[in-house]
């Protein structure tokens, strides 16, 4: 109740809050985190130039706000406040850190369903799974709070005896965090909770399609007590975007990147990183392959395929891409992919409750798939369900199953990241292992087998940074999450996500008697 008050009194007193005034007939709650200014050294701030640009739903293209179009003056600012704030926070301890972290973990538990709302509003995922990812988003809070303390450092045994050799591990510096728009939230969280954890400040560079949900996190960061400075967003338009990355990369005042994206991007963000030596931590695509052999246990299979392929509408880096269905089980397997697909998943506005599929995010991604798919039929796929933009206009499409594929059709060549899934049978494990293999990345791959010595073998040899086993879903903030190849450097979450944020420093004590 007194929340709701409080809300009713921020709306009055902010009148650029009232664009917001939808999401309240959602049953948002509290509004003073709906922010449409960047946060820079502390401050709610707009644009130098003072141009914004529109924040747009992608279930039926109403602007839901405006943010400021900030440019490299901007950016210059936020990585000067970011650094004057390192010069302190660097010298905390881990422990105050830590309850900081913890703080704002709870913030964001307290707040959860407005954070759906926002995420929802802004990137189009339907609810229920826009909670999943706000609590995904905390508990990389909660376990770099927990892990902030555990950044050890090493006693070596020194090869002369009047040696003592230690290794200590500090903070690197500024980061630049570079943010994609399919994750809003979660994104977000599993860099910026690593750097703090680390000692590290941060510039947050959100996507153009969603800084809402940034600014709602950098809101509460500022009611947990993290310190100005030591978290800055800075929201840019497409056309903006590239000189602010161009300067979030080669500042010499930034000591590292870390991107979640594209791998095109990727590989110009790596190149920019090089003149300056930065460190530099990359998530990029995927292509996943998702294998199912004969002796899967068919439900689990299917469970797997419809998370793997249809969360968040195929729009997350570790999608299911390429389909391998062994002969044996491949007819059972369509018909079981038919159904579900047919029956369970509803296609509509994500603030709709029983919607589980969203909108795509905007019009290039919509392009994209639907080239994509009749590309692949010009080529000789059979479309056995979907395929086109789906009766309710924008930005819907039609859940899609493609059969007859082959290597050199783009739904197998590319990542899809929408919901199309590109079924293909195999007769042989080495034959499926070689498919799956050839491919530039090496993001996640999922299998399923109930043949023990068959797990190991296909666990071994295939080629991407993580495994789904009998599993369509292996995100969580304890893992360690990354790819090989042109899939990406280095790992987030788990004990390995400070990695970025660190370095080591020798420290050789001679002289001892
Ligand atoms: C991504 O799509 O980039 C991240 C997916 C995840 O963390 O589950």
């Known amino acids: 109740m007194r929340l709701l008050k409080q809300s009713r009194r921020v709306l009055q007193l902010h009148p650029h809050l009232l664009k917001f005034d939808f999401l309240k007939g959602h049953g948002l709650r509290y509004a003073s985190f709906l922010h449409q200014e960047a946060y820079i050294g502390g401050k709610w701030v707009s644009a130098s130039s003072g141009k914004t640009f529109t924040v747009a739903n992608p279930a039926n293209g109403k602007v839901i706000g405006h ?7 901007d950016t210059q600012a936020a990585i000067d406040s970011a650094y004057e704030a390192f010069q302190s926070w660097k010298r905390t ?11 704002w973990y709870d913030l964001m538990e307290a707040h959860k369903d407005d954070l759906a709302l926002i995420l929802t509003a802004e990137a189009g995922k339907p609810l229920a799974e826009a909670r999943g990812e706000i609590g995904y988003g905390s508990s990389f809070l909660e376990w770099f709070a927990e892990e902030a303390k555990r950044i050890y450092g090493e006693v070596v045994p020194s090869p002369a005896s009047s040696k003592e050799m230690i290794f200590i591990r500090e903070p690197i510096g500024v980061v630049s965090l570079i943010t994609p728009w399919n994750f809003p939230n979660a994104m977000i969280t599993r860099k910026a909770g690593a750097a703090l954890a680390s000692g590290c400040t941060c510039v947050i560079k959100p996507a153009e399609d969603t800084p809402l949900s940034a600014l709602a996190i950098a809101d509460l960061a500022e009611k947990a007590g993290i310190p100005p400075g030591v978290v800055n967003v800075v929201t840019a338009s497409r056309p903006n975007t590239p000189a602010v990355g161009n300067l979030l990369c080669t500042s010499p005042k930034v000591a590292g990147v870390s991107f979640t994206g594209s791998s095109a991007v990727g590989k110009l963000l790596y190149r920019l990183c090089s003149t300056g030596i930065k460190k530099i931590g990359l998530e990029l695509g995927g292509n996943a392959p998702f294998i199912v052999f004969n002796s899967a246990d068919l439900n689990k299979a299917i469970e797997g395929f419809l998370v793997a392929k249809f ?24 018909a079981a992919c038919k159904e579900a697909i047919s029956k ?5 506005d994500g603030f709709s409750k029983e919607v589980n599929v969203g909108p795509l995010i905007n019009q290039s991604q919509i392009n994209k798939v639907e080239g994509l798919v009749n590309d692949s039929v010009k080529m000789g796929a059979e479309l056995v369900l979907g395929g086109k933009r789906h009766d309710l206009g924008g930005l819907f499409f039609e859940p899609t199953i493609l059969t007859q594929v082959s290597a050199e059709m783009p739904c197998i060549r590319e990542e899809i990241f929408g919901p199309v899934a590109a079924i293909q049978k195999f007769e042989t494990e080495e034959e499926v292992l070689a498919m799956a293999n050839a491919c530039p990345h090496g993001l996640a791959g999922y299998f399923f087998s109930q043949d023990i010595s068959q797990v190991w073998r296909v666990a071994r040899r295939l080629e991407t940074g993580m495994i789904g086993i009998n599993e369509g879903l292996i995100s969580a903030a304890e893992a360690a999450f990354g790819g090989i190849k042109e899939s990406g450097i280095g790992r987030e979450g788990s004990r390995h996500g400070v990695d970025d944020y660190t370095h080591i420093k020798y420290l050789c004590m001679g002289g001892i008697n």
Not at 95 to 103: D, F, N, T
Not at 313 to 334: H, P
């Open 67 to 73: 943010v400021p179009d900030m440019a490299e003056e």
């Open 311 to 334: 969360r968040n509408a195929g729009q997350t880096c570790i999608s299911a891409n390429r389909i391998y269905v062994q002969s044996g089980i491949y007819d059972q397997f369509l």
């Open 93 to 103: 301890t881990a422990k105050e850190r830590s309850i900081l972290l913890r703080k």
């Open 344 to 348: 369970r998943l509803v296609i509509g």
